[in-house]
């Protein structure tokens, strides 16, 4: 019998998983960056604007998609989210050379994300509950690493093989129809929503909750210092070691490697330890590495500390995530809206570091201000409960 429940939850993750891979292609967008600034002589402003682009529809679209879940339920909502993601991936293919046909695929990537950001975090919940929440979605989390990383190998590849970066996109969106048909076919039964729905203003009002505030402003944190680190960990080896910009992408290729290798270990450790503990570690992680960013001009010494960053920042996103539909579950859905929109700190951070880097000339204005967001994670440390 046992035997038989495992096998049903691993047939129920598998379609799941398959979105959380699909999620993963937003973060191409920073990879994406790098080389729509070369082809389009770009400024370090306009180039983060690439990023800002994706992630100012987690402002407009999250809470109504919380909203949107509560009429058609989670599975349909990231089935509508897969097809936008799917638009999206099949513009850049288009044989035209035009920004303005990339920034409308980055922000079709970006409505698309939001969406599946929202609804697909607490579908996981209507697998698996209780202390392995976080563990699962760590795990999601890790599956999304694999595709974000996946970005930083093959875009510099097709660049080189076929002089067409965006061919990546081809590759993501047989696996995002896949994900369409897998999910489509699995019935993932969700709890009924009782009473009236709550209304837009009523959803933001979850934000008086000190809690629930704490938690936005920490997912804030932590999308800006990771979109804020895949784009400007190249310019930052550029701009220090003197390194080309297909070279210098290795750094954003390791950073995914190692936020996959934390997630990885994530979903291990968060089953064991307690969340406090792997919390205040991640964040120490993060805090050396800014030291060393500010510190070090030596090839080496950047690439440990872009993995540092990559391991310390890879558990932060489902802890607090976790920790904040946890405290108040009969409210998934609208805080899951809420946290989402908290993505918007993907498209606050990358044009102040770009503005900050231009005036000091130099990308340790980059670092200033991912490292305010680090501080404020440590910050943070105290009211991470030590079980969800």
Known sequence: MSEEKNTSLVAKLVPVMLAFFAMGFVDSVGTAANFVKKEFMLNNFQAFLCSSAVFFWFLIFSVPTGMLMNKIGRRKTVIISLWITLGALLLPLIPVKSLALLMVSFSLLGIGNALMQ???????????????????????????????????????????????????????????????????????KEEEITGKPSSFMECLALLGDTTILLCFIGIMCHVGIDVGTNTSAPQILMDKVGLTTGDAMKATGVYFIFRTIGCLSGSFLLSRLSAKLVFGVSVLFMLAAMGGLFLFDNQAAIFVCVALIGLGNSNIFPI???????????????????????????????????????????????????????????????????TV
Request: aromatic letters at 10%; one cysteine or more.
């Open 320 to 386: 607090i995530f976790s920790q904040a539909i946890m405290h108040k579950p009969a409210k998934k859905n609208e805080i899951s809206g809420l946290m989402i929109m908290g993505l918007i700190g993907g498209a606050i951070f990358p044009p102040i570091m770009g503005y900050v880097s231009d005036v000091m000339n130099s990308q340790n204005g980059s670092v200033i201000i991912i490292s305010i967001g680090v501080l404020y994670l440590l910050s943070l440390v105290v009211k991470i409960k030590k």
């Open 118 to 188: 929202v609804s697909l975090n607490p579908l996981v919940s209507n697998i698996v509950t209780g202390d392995k929440l976080a563990s699962t979605m760590t795990f999601g989390q890790f599956i999304k690493a694999i595709a974000s990383w996946s970005a930083t190998v093959i875009a510099p590849f097709v660049a080189a093989k076929y002089n067409n970066w965006a061919l990546m996109y081809a590759i993501f969106a047989v696996e995002c129809i896949v994900a369409i048909i897998f999910l489509t076919k699995e019935d993932i």
